[in-house]
């Protein structure tokens, strides 16, 4: 499945931005789906994951309360909305798609991965 992420860019801190990952080549619904980001110098960190029915979610505490994994299968694409964003929210931001049903907390559960979009919170 190849995947696409957009919806990076600049906020200031408290402020929203809506990522999204549109997928294509494969059964976007036979998938579960997760967010991971990358800090600089850090190594790339859990956000959320969504089965592939979109019923079953789970968050890092780190962004649990401030943001929320959903998907549309009919429109093979997958959401983050973040909102109450802080600095250290700062980072690359990726979707992936595991292999099964299910969405893991390790990035070693997911065999596809999109590029990648910028997120810069400002203080």
């Known amino acids: 499945v190849q995947l696409q992420a957009s919806g990076g860019g600049l906020v200031q801190a408290g402020g929203s931005l809506s990522l999204s990952c549109a997928a294509s080549g494969r059964t976007f619904s036979n998938h579960g789906m997760g967010w991971f980001r990358q800090a600089p110098g850090k190594e790339r960190e859990f956000l959320a994951a969504i089965s592939s029915s979109g019923i079953g979610t789970t968050y890092a505490d780190s962004v649990k309360g401030r943001f929320t994994i959903s998907r549309d299968n009919a429109k093979n694409t997958l959401y983050l909305q973040m909102n109450s964003l802080k600095p250290e929210d700062t980072g690359v931001y990726y979707c992936?798609?595991?292999?099964?049903?299910?969405?893991?907390?390790?990035?070693?559960?997911?065999?596809?991965w999109g590029q990648g979009t910028q997120v810069t919170v400002s203080s």
């Open positions: 992936a798609a595991s292999v099964g049903r299910s969405g893991y907390t390790s990035s070693s559960g997911y065999d596809y």
